[in-house]
């Protein structure tokens, strides 16, 4: 899952992506309402937690833009204007949820998780392929009933190759769902993480890799 922080308070916006990171998801943080507008603009987002009172340009008139323009992603607004009528309106805009500052990390992290679901196809809370189960929500991964311990990064990407249900996928695919902006498109970053995974899995292979074109589960 890919996510994009809108928070103008730099220290909040860095924790909240920090630990978003921690749970395998790729994020992308954004100071203001511009940068927040750049980067939907050239970026695909499963969910955008959006604060309300941003510089430059503010949340309310990013939500309605979002909206407008029918992108994608599911929002959800994290701010200090918890009063009812301040959700109501926010909702009104087009904001998928609403969560009052301050807040738990832990409902956070819930909400962004059912947002995420909602933006994907529907699949089962446990994905299953190739005698392979994962399960989103409780970070295990089992091959034959036999557990598999992953790093959060191979996590990431053994849960993009299992919902893309054996259609290939890309490298460039991968760094965009499992990494986030700031990572190089030349690094050897996938190459390596799918060894490790593979490694992980055990045989026989399950993982396939397809020349000049991407993996394929």
């Given at each position: 899952m890919r996510v994009l922080v809108v928070e103008d308070e730099r220290v909040?916006?860095?924790?909240?992506?920090?630990?978003?990171?921690?749970?395998?998801?790729a994020v992308d943080v954004?100071?203001?309402?511009?940068?927040?507008?750049?980067r939907t603009g050239v970026n695909a987002y499963d969910v955008v937690v959006l604060d309300r009172d941003l510089p430059r340009i503010h949340g309310d008139e990013v939500c309605r833009r979002l909206v407008a323009d029918r992108y994608g992603a599911r929002i959800l607004m994290l701010t200090a204007a918890g009063e009812l009528d301040d959700k109501v309106a926010g909702l009104n805009l087009g904001a998928d949820d609403y969560l009052a500052k301050p807040f738990a990390f832990k409902e956070l992290i819930a909400r962004v998780r059912a947002l995420g679901r909602r933006t994907a196809t529907p699949l089962p809370p446990t994905l299953e392929r190739a005698g392979i189960e994962l399960d989103p929500n409780r970070f295990t991964v089992q091959r034959d009933g036999r557990p598999?311990?992953?790093?959060?990064?191979?996590?990431?990407?053994?849960?993009?190759?299992?919902?893309?249900?054996?259609?290939?996928?890309?490298?460039?695919?991968?760094?965009e769902k499992a990494w986030d902006e700031h990572i190089d498109p030349f690094t050897n970053v996938v190459r390596v993480t799918m060894m490790t995974l593979r490694k992980k899995l055990g045989d026989p292979p399950v993982i396939e890799t397809v020349p000049g074109v991407g993996y394929r589960l």
């Open positions: 909040l916006a860095d924790a909240i992506a920090t630990g978003l990171r921690r749970e395998a998801m954004a100071y203001d309402g511009g940068g927040a507008l750049e598999v311990e992953l790093t959060r990064k191979e996590f990431a990407v053994l849960e993009v190759l299992m919902r893309a249900e054996g259609i290939v996928v890309s490298s460039e695919q991968l760094l």
